[in-house]
Each structure stands twice: as C-alpha cells, then as structure tokens.
C-alpha cells in the first residue's frame, strides 16, 4: 500500500490544520492507521491511531484532547484533525497502515508495527 499525506502549512499558535492520508489501494477490513511525526533533531514518534472500524483510537499524551484521528474507508482516506497547535508541534507529520493483529496502545504506538508509510508532510506552527 502506498500513502500520501497531504495538508501540511504554517499556521500560527493556537491555530487548525486538517492531515490527509490517501491510500493506492483499498484500505480493507484490519487495517489500522496512525500518524506519527518527527520534529528537527529528534526522533520520530508516536502521534494517533485508528483501528479498521474506527472503533479504537489512540492518542499520544501529548496531542490527547487537541487532535482527532478519523477515516473514511469508502475513499481510502485517512485524516487527522489538529487543533489548539503548540510551537512543539512542528515536525513532519507521516501516516502510517497495517493489517492489524491486536488493537492495543503499545502495538499500534510502535514504529516496527507498519510497514506501509507516505512520505511526509510539514507542519510549521509559528509562536
């Protein structure tokens, strides 16, 4: 599966940015989606994830309360709404799918889970 995360700018402090994922293929039954991003220097980390259903989601310490992780299977569509934005949210913003063996936090949380990865998009929020 291929992905391409879109929706990426410079916003201010306080401010809303909509993230796109879009799949080549049909996102089928089991596959979960998350979101991850890697700010300048530092390694990358876990953002949200959502299971196949959309029943589950996951959300890091740091963005819970500000961001929303949802998905459209119909369109093979994955987005992430955030909100509230904090300077510390700058960073490349990747999206992430993977047939999901079990819905829990520490297997959707972790990098080694997916193999299927797009590109990058970056979000700037400037102070």
């Known amino acids: 599966v291929q992905l391409q995360a879109s929706g990426g700018g410079t916003v201010p402090a306080g401010g809303s940015l909509r993230l796109s994922c879009q799949s080549s293929?049909?996102?089928?039954?089991?596959?979960?989606v998350a979101w991850f991003r890697q700010a300048p220097g530092k390694e990358r980390e876990f953002v949200a994830a959502i299971t196949w259903n959309s029943m589950d989601t996951f959300y890091s310490d740091s963005v819970r309360g500000r961001f929303i992780i949802s998905r459209d299977n119909a369109k093979s569509m994955g987005y992430l709404q955030m909100n509230s934005l904090k300077p510390e949210d700058t960073a490349v913003y990747y999206c992430?799918?993977?047939?999901?063996?079990?819905?829990?936090?520490?297997?959707?949380?972790?990098?080694?889970?997916?193999?299927?990865w797009g590109q990058g998009t970056l979000v700037t929020v400037s102070s």
């Open positions: 992430a799918a993977q047939p999901a063996k079990y819905h829990t936090y520490p297997y959707l949380a972790a990098e080694r889970t997916y193999d299927d």
């Open positions: 293929e049909y996102i089928v039954a089991d596959y979960a």
